[in-house]
């Protein structure tokens, strides 16, 4: 009876993925970049024949496609976007060759000059090499640049190119500067590469975690708290904790030890640790109890790392080489000033909670310690189905001057990480340049199911911060030795991680981590009292499940189920009352048929045990 209710036709199953067109990001492929590099530019010359009035400022390529930034009197409109695209094309048609100019300092200042375009003079003063490169779209158009670029317009495929949206962008994204109009765009060799793109932006939209988690009833913004701060309701704070537990079960396992620590300090803490001096800028504002105060940097901060924290609880007594290694573990919420145009959901906020931990180890323990925590991160990993990943070498730019520590404590630190990788047999890539400003990272660089990449765990070994703050151990002939860092995140931060997942799954949580694990679907009122008491079951053996008790019939909660993506729903009728089974259909599987209530009981606790859908 209740099966022939539950037809096929209203299976929960997600459809097939379409079969993935690989699509090389701009920075990968040198064709990209001199495709887009050009189409920005005959976009630029198609908005300067256009209206007149517009001044042109940057227009580089991303990863994706394009931007142009331009001053112009009025707004773009989509009415505005339509014609600039068929201004393009009518470029692109006329074969214009792409010309390549060198000219002194003193001639492309002149130039400039005589088209009255202020920008491009403080682009020119930016530019340090000489000569001077300047590309020119046949006889009419030129701009400054260093490239690279077609030779012809005719190289570009207008039916592969789309002007996407309009957005505001200060200049220099200086917000007491110029408001400027953003022309975002994309380019590709082929129309086929552009349908996948778009194809990829449709899907990402359905998957996008602030619409999915407004929906599930995860989160939510408020304009009172402020932008980039979640409020988490009862089931996204429930996520988090099963995020939390789960990591903190496989850490105990592993000899840590969790502390917590305040959410302020005061601000010769991160003087000491250095961040002060490199990031004051991503600090929230030094509180002062008076202006004196203020004058001398003396006052409190918001925490904006966990590791000087950590490092007191460690230097609060004298350690023994037989204490270490020392693993310190916290989901310490910490505070960034980030810039309102950079946050975006839970990707990016000003505030978040890392899953960070802190090891203090001998020089002798650091190869083993460092890959255990690695098999930790891969174990993350695994267990999240977060398996298309790569393993990027942070390593520092010796130009630089963000760094600090010796080039003997960089070398020590960077050969450890080489060492681990090599031991492992682990595909990696080195990123100069990417390093923190204490020490090189391992870092894992995931990409989701809309191929785009995240950086996810991430594992750092540091000399530098235990030098700083004068950290010791007494060795095993009683001598004081300096005890080397390992920093380690495998979340990195819930917010993101969350953010990450709520698009990789489309909603679709599996069955250990979803906020409601098995609803109960009575057909009627007689059926109500059976449903609460194995609910009432599955609860006691820790099922997170639920009743629907509103009455609607049957189809209608099946809907609601569906649209809440709960993974077990268990339809009881009569039938299922006088034989104590269930009727179960699982997200993952589809219907499984009637089950008896024991058996679908163990198979759920069987699955949620082993991180698995049923």
Not at 188 to 207: C, D, G, S, V
């Amino acid at each position: 009876m209740v099966q022939q209710q539950m037809s096929p036709n209203s299976s929960s199953h997600q459809p097939e993925e379409p079969e993935k067109i690989y699509l090389p990001r701009t920075s990968e492929s040198e064709t990209l970049k001199k495709i887009r590099h050009t189409a920005s530019h005959v976009m630029a010359m198609a908005v300067q024949k256009l209206f007149p009035k517009a001044q042109v400022t940057i227009g580089p390529w991303i990863e994706n496609g394009f931007y142009y930034d331009f001053d112009n009197p009025e707004p773009f409109t989509d009415k505005d976007l339509k014609a600039i695209y068929k201004e393009m094309v009518k470029i692109i048609n006329r074969k214009l060759p792409v010309i390549r100019e060198e000219v002194s300092r003193e001639e492309a200042e002149s130039r400039i000059k005589q088209i009255n375009e202020p920008y491009k003079l403080e682009i020119l003063s930016d530019i340090k090499q000489e000569p001077i490169t300047i590309y020119h779209l046949g006889e009419q158009w030129w701009d400054l640049c260093a490239g690279p670029h077609v030779e012809n317009t005719s190289e570009l495929n207008p039916k592969a190119i789309e002007l996407e949206s309009v957005a505001g962008a200060y200049w220099r994204g200086d917000e007491t500067k110029a408001q400027l109009q953003r022309i975002y765009a994309t380019a590709w060799e082929t129309p086929e590469q552009l349908a996948e793109y778009k194809r990829r932006k449709e899907e990402a939209q359905r998957r996008d975690h602030r619409k999915l988690g407004k929906e599930l009833g995860l989160f939510i913004f408020s304009d009172l708290v402020g932008p980039g701060l979640p409020l988490w309701t009862p089931k996204g704070t429930l996520l988090r904790s099963l995020l939390e537990d789960f990591l903190k079960q496989e850490q105990i396992k592993r000899g840590y030890q969790q502390v917590v620590t305040p959410h302020i300090s005061r601000v010769d803490l991160f003087k000491t640790s250095g961040h002060w001096q490199k990031y004051k800028e991503d600090l929230f504002p030094m509180m002062a109890e008076d202006e004196e105060a203020a004058a001398h940097e003396q006052g409190f901060v918001l925490k904006a790392m966990n590791c000087p924290f950590h490092i007191q609880i460690y230097k609060s007594e004298l350690r023994s080489y037989r204490e270490l290694p020392m693993r310190l573990a916290e989901f310490g919420t910490v505070y960034r000033y980030e810039q309102s145009g950079e946050l975006g959901g839970l990707t990016r906020v000003r505030g978040f909670t890392q899953d960070d931990a802190h090891l203090f180890v001998t020089p002798e323990q650091l190869d083993s310690e460092f890959l255990n925590v690695v098999d930790l991160i891969l174990s993350v990993i695994k267990t999240l189905r977060l398996g298309n990943f790569k393993a990027r070498l942070s390593f520092r730019d010796p130009a630089s001057d963000k760094y600090i520590g010796s080039d003997e404590a960089w070398n020590k630190a960077e050969n450890a990480i080489r060492r681990a990788v090599e031991t492992l047999g682990m595909d990696h890539f080195e990123g100069i340049g990417e390093a923190a400003f204490y020490g090189p990272k391992l870092d894992f660089i995931v990409r989701d199911a809309l191929d785009r990449e995240w950086q996810l765990g991430t594992v750092q070994v540091d000399y530098n911060l235990p030098e700083r703050f004068e950290l010791e151990y007494v060795a095993e002939d009683g001598s004081r030795k300096r005890p080397v860092m390992i920093h380690r995140a495998p979340f990195g931060s819930l917010e993101r991680l969350i953010g990450i997942l709520i698009e990789e799954y489309a909603g679709d949580f599996p069955l250990w981590l979803a906020p409601v694990q098995a609803r109960l679907l009575p057909v009627g009122e007689a059926q109500l009292d059976y449903a609460k008491d194995v609910a009432a079951k599955m609860r006691a053996i820790g099922i997170r499940a639920e009743v629907d008790t509103s009455g609607d019939r049957l189809a209608k909660l099946i809907r609601n189920a569906e649209k809440e993506k709960i993974p077990v729903m268990a339809v009881v009728g009569a039938k299922e009352v006088e034989t104590n089974t269930l009727s179960i259909r699982t997200r993952a599987s589809g219907e499984l048929g009637t089950v008896p209530v024991p058996e679908i009981l163990d198979k759920m606790k069987q699955a949620i045990a082993n991180y698995d859908n049923l």
